[in-house]
Antibody, heavy 119, light 112 residues
Framework: EVQVVESGGGLVQPGGSLRLSCAAS????????MSWVRQTPGKGLEYVAH????????YYVGSVEGRFTISRDNAKNSLYLQMNGLRADDTAVYYC????????????WGQGTLVTVSS | DIVMTQSPLSLPVTPGEPASISCRSS???????????LDWYLQKPGQSPQLLIY???NRASGVPDRFSGSGSGTDFTLEISRVEAEDVGVYYC?????????FGQGTRLEIK
């Protein structure tokens, strides 16, 4: 059974940092692009970043470029999101999602981890 | 960025009746390969989104055949032939033609 499980969320002050992790199982992790998507009550679902199978290509939404870094460790079947310079509008539930093998859309999502940026 | 606009935003439906959700994109999602890069997702209460339809009209694995997707270019529709109680939640369309992928605002389906 395909599973992706996020962890690492929590409360952080503005300007602070947090590292999210996503543990994958039930599929050949190294064969798939992976992504982070976030959800806020105000803005709905928003793509954050995605990374190629071998980590050689990474893409970000403009609002997080230069502050967030997506990475992966295929030996550990894990995906990461390093978030620096956090702002109040980064407050959201962050989902780890597997990109479909044809490169379109997300076929498996984790349960999400809540990040709250507040003083 | 491509803007995705859904309607209606709220959809009360009687069980057993059909339902239809519209999604419009600010640019054509049709590629020269003939595929429309449009997905539909359902987020049930308290759950993460789940893929229903990919490339405009293809049901994802395990999705009941009462769900169907249609449309091309900039106008798309998700139809539920006979709504069941388990179909409640928020439905989202999403384009994956151009980075960044973008989502519609969501349509909340509720049972009358």
């Amino acid at each position: 059974e395909v599973q992706v499980v996020e962890s690492g969320g929590g409360l952080v002050q503005p300007g602070g940092s947090l590292r999210l992790s996503c543990a994958a199982s039930g599929f050949t992790f190294s064969s798939y692009w992976m992504s982070w998507v976030r959800q806020t009550p105000g803005k709905g679902l928003e793509y954050v970043a995605h990374i190629k199978q071998d980590g050689s290509e990474k893409y970000y939404v403009g609002s997080v470029e230069g502050r967030f870094t997506i990475s992966r460790d295929n030996a550990k079947n894990s995906l990461y999101l390093q978030m620096n310079g956090l702002r109040a509008d980064d407050t959201a539930v962050y989902y780890c999602a597997r990109v479909r093998d044809d490169g379109t859309g997300f076929d498996y999502w984790g349960q999400g981890t809540l990040v709250t940026v507040s003083s | 960025d491509i803007v995705m606009t859904q309607s209606p935003l709220s959809l009360p439906v009687t069980p057993g009746e059909p339902a239809s959700i519209s999604c419009r994109s600010s640019q054509s999602l049709l590629r020269t390969n003939g595929n429309n890069y449009l997905d539909w997702y359902l987020q049930k209460p308290g759950q993460s989104p789940q893929l229903l339809i990919y490339l405009g009209s293809n049901r994802a694995s395990g999705v009941p055949d009462r769900f169907s997707g249609s449309g091309s270019g900039t106008d798309f529709t998700l139809e539920i032939s006979r709504v069941e109680a388990e179909d409640v939640g928020v439905y989202y369309c999403m384009q994956s033609l151009q980075s960044p992928v973008t989502f519609g605002q969501g349509t909340r389906l509720e049972i009358k």
